[in-house]
């Protein structure tokens, strides 16, 4: 039989290519960005996209994040292409179709739902298994991961899948050693890059944050594995005002291998690090096909890429900007009013209170998101109560919210918080729940699927929106690759 070999394409886009054909995961195969069009990639995709979607047979989707679910590079498929996605047994809620939903609406109709731990047959010789995720974080239950086996090799893949012990010992039972697994190696967090502080102070907090490496530590702890390939946390930030996130904010695969020299040495486990364009196959190992990185100077590198897409980053920042202002208030309330009659009463397990502030000229308003445990969330005008964080919101930001062009689950990423009160558990439980509830369970700007979210806007489907190319950009980039490292 034909070995599996892997390619690497960008964050957590693997091909994986067997007797079965070519199977691609989680494709945010573009250089756009996410999370309120504030967070890039580094390094960046440098496998075009039109080169990329020929002959696939199958597409793999873990859960709906929009680093794994991105529509604008999910617009480059063949709507006819092999979708495999993870079911959510346990949980019969609306939130639970989101991704199926998300697909449908793009004309993606060839979709196979999978169970927790069902196993699928690609080949007489291949089976696919999704991996459900733990329940140990509770409100990330749409996350999944997979294996793909066959007599002679098993591929991992975790992404950014919570894991636990008991996870990792079924699937020991179920597989054995592990050949190569894939797991997430840095997320995004919003301290301290994203809070109001003096920049020292930023520089201290940042210095002070260990990576604590728990899923990670699981995958080694409680599973045979023999290498691993830390993916999925190239996040970078391009804008001029954001660019001290790419110290504040981030990791590096180098610190990760660097932790599992340290920690682990007695398992012999090889860190293997992939950039865009390598491939890996059990018979001959890593094929390096991409530059090396200088991961002990990489902030020259990303500021390197900002300036090759600074015409990208500027369109950006000038379309957001160009969002309607007018009655800023007025349409404020009017949004928050029709959100708090549509917003799930469910999963509120916390008691927190943020204050919305928007600033700049055509607003000097604020307003209160109150949340009360298994009672509701609702935004409340007119109040002056204590709260236990302030978010500052640019005017610009928030128009492009009220607009439809941003998400209001993505806000935090676009503005600056500060901590009023000393930091509670209940504090990031609100901030979960709203991530995947505010906007009524879409979790794409592009795709509105709840018709009750901004029903004035007649086009739903709007797969390029935010979307700007520059000439030659492919070109440009692998050019850059080649200069930056």
């Known amino acids: 039989m034909n070995p599996l070999e892997i390619t690497y394409v960008t964050h957590a886009c693997i091909k994986i290519q067997g007797e079965f054909g070519t199977l691609l995961t989680d494709p945010w195969i573009l250089n756009e ?24 047979n199958y597409l793999y989707i873990s859960h709906p994040h929009e680093d794994h679910l991105h529509v604008p590079s999910l617009h480059y498929f063949s709507r006819e292409i092999k979708i495999l996605l993870p079911e959510y047994t346990d949980y019969p809620c609306l939130r639970a179709q989101t991704v199926e939903l998300t697909l449908r609406h793009l004309g993606f109709y060839n979709i196979k739902k999978i169970r927790p731990w069902q196993t699928i047959n690609l ?24 294996v793909l086996a066959t007599p002679h090799c098993k591929i991992l893949n975790m992404n950014d899948c919570p894991s636990s012990k008991e996870i990792y010992e079924k699937l020991d039972q179920c597989f054995g050693e592990i050949d190569l697994g894939f797991v997430q190696y840095s997320g995004v967090s919003m301290f301290p890059g994203r809070y109001r502080m003096p920049i020292e102070s930023m520089r201290e907090a940042s210095a002070k944050r260990k990576h604590s490496w728990v899923q990670q530590k699981n995958m080694i702890d409680f599973l045979k594995i023999k290498r691993i390939a830390p993916f999925a946390g190239d996040f970078a930030w391009l804008d001029d005002e954001l660019i001290h996130c790419n110290w504040a904010n981030r990791a590096t695969p180098k610190l990760f291998e660097n932790f599992v020299k340290e920690n682990y040495s007695e398992k012999n486990i090889k860190v293997v690090i992939m950039y865009p364009t390598d491939t890996w196959t059990l018979e001959e190992g890593l094929q390096r096909n991409h530059p090396e990185i200088d991961w002990s100077n990489y902030l020259t590198s990303i500021n390197n890429l900002s300036l090759k897409l600074s015409k990208k980053v500027q369109a950006i920042k000038q379309w957001l900007e160009s969002s309607n202002k007018i009655d800023l208030e007025v349409r404020s309330r009017a949004y928050t009013s029709h959100l ?8 509120i397990d916390f008691n927190a209170r943020i204050r919305f502030i928007i600033e700049g000229p055509h607003a000097g308003f604020s307003f209160v998101m109150q949340g009360l445990e298994n009672e509701c969330v609702k935004f409340i005008w007119d109040d002056t109560d204590d709260v236990d964080q302030l978010l500052y919101i640019p005017e610009s930001t928030w128009s492009a919210v009220l607009e439809g062009k941003m998400l209001l689950t993505n806000l935090q990423w676009a503005s600056q ?55 030659d950009e492919w070109k440009k980039l692998k050019d850059t690759i080649e200069v930056i490292t």
């Open 33 to 56: 960005p996410i999370y309120g069009f504030t967070t890039w990639k580094f390094p960046p995709a440098i496998i075009p996209p039109d080169a990329l979607v020929k002959d696939l």
């Open 123 to 146: 080949s007489a010789n291949e089976t696919f298994t999704i991996i459900p995720a733990s329940k140990d974080k509770y409100w990330d239950w749409e996350n999944s991961g997979f």
């Open 340 to 347: 708090n009659a549509w917003m799930t009463k469910e999963f």
């Open 417 to 471: 918080n500060f901590q009023c009160k000393d930091f509670r558990v209940e504090i990031a439980r609100m901030w979960f729940w709203f991530e995947n509830h505010a906007d009524l369970n879409n979790r794409n700007p592009q795709v509105l699927i709840d018709p009750a979210l901004h029903p004035h806007i007649a086009q739903r489907i709007r797969p390029m929106l935010g979307v700007f190319t520059v000439e």
